[in-house]
């Protein structure tokens, strides 16, 4: 076994697989960039070796430095995690010449299931299930016209070097097809030096299942279950969870045997994951194979009770696997969310800064059910412009798939982020949406559900009461808080009267609250009367970010932060602003004017921190609606602002190279 590693990633899943070495006795060596200075994984390592500029080009893309990082630590392997280097063939080449082990698949697996076009071909030779499509060149516009007419509507186009959603456009006439061919392979040269692309059936209403594959050096291959990837988000995936609930027992193994048949195909060696879409009527076809340790390997962890990365490191060190087929049992249900750094009220955008706080809930495993968190960052660090926004993986997993969303609604709604925006809310409001909770899922699932991007929600009935009897309980235990000081009225205990108007904006809740014993009893008033009480206990203490507690015996929790008079609570992908009075304050602030947001329609902002790239608009110059004023990179994506409608500019206070923070001004209108 190696004495020594390398890991030539960063992130969560650079502590991920320090993890697993520690517990393995390995020591460990990271490798860090100028922006990772102070990052979580170079904290956690034995070692760690700077290997130059924040952008990754410059640092955790270049092979020499990794091999340098190598030699001078000792390291006798090397573990790529995912993206950076994971799934070039240059890198395990460059490694093996030097004398390092590559923890992952041989070079000749990675280069036969890199290419799209050419891993379909081997997968149809292996008889595995692959989608009606052409696979050869495609001269122009017009074959693909006549191609697509073959195979029938409607059809993909596709990138054969792509990923990540780039390069791909979905057709469903002649049309479209002329159209997005011509997209299509620019978008490819553009962004992996490679405008090849080849055009297959669609699926309507298509399921993302993938099938965990296991391989060692010495033929044996297994496959360890599916995970459902289907919530997606612009091709990005944003839940994952194992076992699917599409699946039944027949169609799980014949997928699985599929995916052992292509991975003995191509000598495959590491763990690996073949990927397939599948109809809602259970058939399925080959769509790629990730030739790497996935981002949502966790799932399969819980449900299998194996350690991928362990699998990993002992296949690197010529071990033969111990586990045959059937050795691997399915137990539970786990459900991943990907916590990302982005504001979900502003469709999404890249958020940076500093974590002020960043407290995730406590990991645990008791009752059946397991919280794991995945993370990379720390209290006080900083989410940069230039990798990944991922902060976070929250995993759950317990005896059903109901309960494993419970908890994971839970979890969500524990985890307390301040300083940046986050997809917390978006996360939590999908937790609790009914077609998520009855499986009925494609990858269409978010863009039918969410057309108009995700926005604030007033809440309503009962989770409106659930808000404001949890506002009105942490305003009660600060009032009591408030009258334990010392000197106030000696002698003479004071008693703050039990009615209380609770706002919710402008929507009032009357209650009544008082303390019996060890919780608080809480009776709604209402035009019928009074409902209740209803007992509401907890050991939340003034100063916690996180209300914890059960109301009629049910488990609650809420991020809480103060406002005046008052405080903002997160739940369920609610966030709303909540004051609590007594009556006589209630009447007075009746009487106070609205305040309201002032106009900023004349003026341009920055939607997130970033990097100007380029001011496209000179002052005086007329513009129309729909043209582009500036360029923002933020998180390796270009962003275009663009007029909403007609008009001049006044005055441009950016400049290209400029960095701007979220709101920052960038142009006026006259």
Not at 2 to 15: D, Q
Not at 94 to 111: D, Q, S, T
Not at 211 to 218: A, E, N, S, T
Not at 336 to 344: L, M, T
Request: proline share 5%.
């Amino acid at each position: 076994m190696f004495k020594r590693i390398l890991i030539a990633n960063r992130g969560e899943i650079a502590c991920r697989i320090i993890k697993t070495a520690r517990r393995m006795g390995i020591e460990t060596v990271a490798v860090y960039s100028e922006a990772d200075r102070d990052a979580l994984h170079v904290e956690m390592a034995d070692h760690a070796v700077f290997i130059g500029p924040p952008a990754a080009a410059e640092s955790y893309l270049v092979i020499d430095k990794i091999v340098e990082a190598c030699r001078s630590t000792g390291a006798e392997a090397v573990h790529p995690g995912y993206g950076f280097l994971s799934e070039r063939e240059a890198f395990p080449r460059a490694l093996a010449e030097a004398g390092i082990v590559f923890i992952g698949p041989n070079p000749g697996a990675i280069a036969a299931m890199g290419d799209k076009i050419e891993s379909k071909k081997r997968a149809a030779a292996a008889k595995v299930s692959t989608v009606p499509g052409h696979l050869g060149v495609i001269e122009d516009d017009k074959h693909a016209v006549k191609i697509a007419d073959q195979i029938g509507y409607p059809v993909m186009i596709k990138a054969s070097a792509g990923g990540g959603g780039k390069g791909m456009r979905i057709a469903h006439s002649k049309a479209e097809v002329a159209e997005g061919f011509g997209l299509a392979k620019a978008e490819a040269k553009a962004s992996f030096g490679d405008d090849r692309v080849f055009i297959e059936k669609f699926i309507v209403d298509p399921r993302h299942i993938e099938i965990q594959v296991l391989g060692d050096k010495h033929g044996n291959v297994i496959y360890l279950g599916e995970r459902e990837c289907s919530v997606q988000r612009r091709n990005q995936k944003v839940i994952e969870e194992a076992p699917s609930p599409l699946l039944d027992e027949t169609t799980r193994r014949k997928m699985g045997e599929q995916a052992v048949a292509l991975a003995k195909a191509v000598n495959y060696d590491s763990a690996g994951t073949v990927e397939f879409v599948a109809g809602q009527d259970k058939s399925f076809y080959f769509l790629e194979m990730n030739t790497r340790l996935q981002v949502e390997h966790p799932v399969t962890e819980l449900v299998t009770g194996i350690d991928l990365v362990e699998q990993m490191i002992r296949v690197a060190a010529g071990e033969k696997l111990k586990l045959t087929q059937k050795n691997v049992t399915l137990t539970g249900w786990a459900v991943e969310s990907r916590v990302y750094a982005e504001d979900p009220f502003r469709n999404f955008l890249p958020s940076i800064g500093r974590l002020v706080k960043y407290r995730p809930p406590a990991e645990s495993a008791s009752g059946g059910v397991t919280v794991r968190n995945d993370t990379g960052v720390q209290e006080g660090g900083e989410i940069s412009i230039y990798y990944d926004p991922m902060i976070a993986k929250l995993v759950t997993h317990a005896p059903s798939r109901a309960a494993a969303i419970e908890a994971q609604s839970m979890a969500l709604d524990s985890f307390y982020i301040d300083g940046i925006r986050h997809n917390i809310p978006f996360l939590s409001a999908l937790m609790s949406h009914p077609r998520w909770r009855e499986g009925k899922l494609s990858t269409g699932f978010i863009a039918e559900e969410f057309p108009r991007g995700f926005s604030a929600r007033a809440p309503e009935d009962e989770v409106a009461r659930l808000l404001a009897a949890v506002a009105a309980a942490i305003d009660h235990v600060l009032g009591e808080r408030k009258r334990q000081i010392s000197g106030q009225m000696i002698g003479r205990p004071v008693q703050r009267e039990r009615r209380r108007a609770v706002w919710l904006g402008r929507e009032e809740i009357p209650l009544e609250i008082v303390r019996e014993a060890d919780h608080l009893a809480i009776r709604f008033i209402g035009a019928d009367g009074t409902t209740g009480p209803h007992q509401v206990a907890s050991s939340w203490k003034p100063g916690d970010p996180v209300w914890h507690g059960t109301i009629d015996g049910v488990e609650v929790a809420m991020q809480m932060r103060p406002v005046p008079n008052g405080f903002r609570l997160a739940h369920q992908g609610f966030e709303v602003a909540i004051q609590v009075f007594t009556e006589t304050e209630a009447s007075a602030a009746k009487l106070m004017p609205v305040t309201t947001v002032s106009d900023s329609g004349k003026k341009l902002l920055c939607p997130m921190p970033g990097l100007v790239v380029s001011i496209a608009v000179s002052e005086g110059q007329e513009v129309k609606a729909g043209e582009t004023l500036a360029v923002i990179e933020a998180m390796k994506m270009q962003n275009v602002l663009r007029a909403e409608q007609d008009g001049t500019i006044k005055k441009i206070y950016a400049t290209a190279g400029a960095t701007l923070a979220v709101d920052a001004l960038i142009l006026e209108f006259a």
